[in-house]
């Protein structure tokens, strides 16, 4: 075997999760670099997901990322990439399945992570829609901020999210209230979310998945006959959520 | 689509332009972003003094699910129970 290939074995037993003795290997050994390997795992868990973990304290959050970490080899070489799986891992899990909320908050906590790192792309300029003849708005899509992200919840999650932090810590929470959230990124590069009116998450949600103006505001108007098309745009618009006009195909 | 959805559009992207004029978001082309330093700790391997996070903690494998979750789920509300929707 040359070296090369003893290297791979040798990261392979590292970090695949249920690891079979190998004569190559001395099992003590190993065991030092797997440990590292896998607490280093369950403390990016704790870092990307800080809110689940006051949800269900340390004690239990440390447990449930070992099973993770146990059932849930990293794909990429970036940690900053481990733990997508998370919300739907909790949801299916025996232990954490009757807490409905939890699989959402999940989500909530890796979009702001996502997007905390997604690429930049500049606001697009009110000038520029402005100067648009108006019979064609209709039919403009726009490529949108990456760190945008729209979450059509039936949880309160934007109530939850801030009860977890400094600044309001323990506010009341109605769990029978749905807040479908839109995240952005802010000119100060923090990650900020405000809970939609009825029809703006599908509104948005359409916008971000590449739709044209008219048939996003065909959804919204679908989905809620309460949609305030002109409160949804200007809400895109101050909060950058476009950034540039796709050029038609 | 309608011509009625059509006035609409451009009534209400007419209003929202000139709203959104006074308050667009600044671009952030001033700022400079320290890419992979921001967020406390996450890329520190050297946190707490220890010149790997392993070697902080020994994980255990635990092979019996014992544990409750006694966080904030517990008091928010007061329920863990799911909800009717």
């Given at each position: 075997m040359n070296e090369?290939?003893?290297?791979?074995?040798?990261?392979?037993?590292?970090?695949?999760?249920?690891?079979?003795?190998?004569?190559?290997?001395?099992?003590?050994?190993?065991?030092?670099?797997?440990?590292?390997?896998?607490?280093?795992?369950?403390?990016?868990?704790?870092?990307?997901?800080?809110?689940?973990?006051?949800?269900?304290?340390?004690?239990?959050?440390?447990?449930?990322?070992?099973?993770?970490?146990?059932?849930?080899?990293?794909?990429?070489?970036?940690?900053?990439?481990?733990g997508e799986g998370f919300a739907g891992f909790v949801?299916?899990?025996?232990?954490?399945?009757?807490?409905?909320?939890?699989?959402?908050?999940?989500?909530?906590?890796?979009?702001?992570?996502?997007?905390?790192?997604?690429?930049?792309?500049?606001?697009?300029a009110i000038d520029t829609l402005a100067a648009i003849p108006q019979q064609h708005w209709g039919a403009l899509c726009f490529?949108?901020?990456?760190?945008?992200?729209?979450l059509d919840s039936q949880w309160p999650l934007a109530s939850i999210h801030a009860h977890h932090q400094p600044a309001t810590a323990g506010c009341a929470v109605n769990l029978h209230e749905a807040q479908p959230l839109l995240l952005w990124r802010d000119s100060d590069d923090l990650m900020q979310l405000l809970p939609l009116a009825p029809g703006q998450a599908a509104f948005c949600q359409a916008l971000l998945g590449g739709t044209t103006l008219d048939e996003a505001?065909?959804?919204?108007?679908?989905?809620?006959?309460?949609?305030?098309?002109?409160?949804?745009?200007?809400?895109v618009l101050q909060h950058g959520v476009l950034s540039a006009i796709k050029e038609p195909s | 689509m309608s011509a009625t959805s059509k006035t609409l559009l451009v009534s209400a992207l007419s209003a929202a332009i000139a709203m959104a004029a006074v308050s667009a978001p600044a671009a952030a082309a001033d700022k400079e972003k320290c890419y992979g330093i921001a967020m406390a700790g996450k890329n520190d391997c050297a946190a707490n003094g220890h010149s790997c996070a392993g070697q902080s903690k020994v994980d255990k494998d635990g092979t019996e699910w014992k544990f409750v979750a006694k966080g904030s789920c517990t008091k928010m509300n007061g329920t863990l129970e799911p909800m009717k929707k």
């Open positions: 090369t290939a003893w290297q791979h074995a040798l990261l392979d037993a590292i970090t695949t999760p249920q690891w079979q003795p190998d004569p190559r290997f001395d099992a003590a050994a190993l065991a030092v670099y797997r440990n590292n390997y896998r607490v280093g795992l369950m403390e990016m868990l704790a870092l990307v997901y800080p809110i689940c973990r006051q949800l269900l304290g340390d004690e239990f959050f440390e447990a449930l990322s070992r099973e993770y970490v146990k059932a849930t080899p990293s794909a990429s070489g970036n940690l900053h990439r481990y949801a299916a899990f025996e232990h954490t399945a009757h807490i409905g909320y939890l699989p959402d908050v999940a989500q909530l906590e890796w979009a702001l992570h996502r997007g905390y790192y997604a690429a930049d792309a500049t606001p697009l490529h949108c901020q990456p760190a945008c992200h729209v505001s065909a959804a919204g108007l679908a989905a809620s006959p309460e949609f305030d098309l002109q409160a949804a745009l200007l809400l | -």
